[in-house]
């Protein structure tokens, strides 16, 4: 059983920062695992915001993807040392405004499947991030 515990959200003002983290509870990521965030704001569906899918090939960082909305904002990585998937958020907007959720599948998805929530065995409970204007 995989259980994926979120951190770091909060409260900042546009153009701030905020880190989130994601830790795994009892197993280590894997190599092979893909690992994505998702958001979901008051009244709107889940959506799509980062994920890494590790190759062998890059065992330190992976295939990387973000919504073009966060892209050049949002940054994902491994922390390999915390065993952490981290998600830094650059250049905040009211509309970064969510439940930021974790996401993990104990395997290589397809790129088409990076996206699809469905995708994912395993959820973190969510944490929330609010930006003021």
């Known amino acids: 059983q995989v259980q994926l515990v979120e951190s770091g959200g909060g409260l900042a003002q546009a153009g701030g920062s905020l880190r989130l983290s994601c830790a795994t509870s009892?197993?280590?990521?894997?190599?092979?695992?893909?690992v994505g965030w998702f958001r979901q704001a008051p009244g709107k569906e889940r959506e799509f915001v980062s994920a890494?899918?590790?190759?062998?090939?890059?065992?330190?960082?992976?295939?990387?993807y973000y919504r073009n909305s966060v892209k050049r904002r949002f940054t994902i990585s491994r922390d390999n040392a915390k065993n952490t998937v981290d998600l830094q958020m650059n250049s905040l907007k009211p509309e970064d405004t969510a439940v930021y959720y974790c996401?993990?599948?104990?395997?290589?998805?397809?790129?088409?499947?990076?996206?699809?929530?469905?995708?994912?065995?395993?959820w973190g409970q969510g944490t929330q991030v609010t930006v003021s204007s």
């Open positions: 009892g197993r280590t990521f894997s190599s092979s695992w893909s």
């Open positions: 890494i899918r590790w190759t062998a090939a890059n065992r330190s960082g992976g295939d990387l």
């Open positions: 996401a993990a599948y104990t395997g290589r998805l397809i790129t088409s499947s990076v996206g699809d929530g469905d995708r994912y065995s395993y």
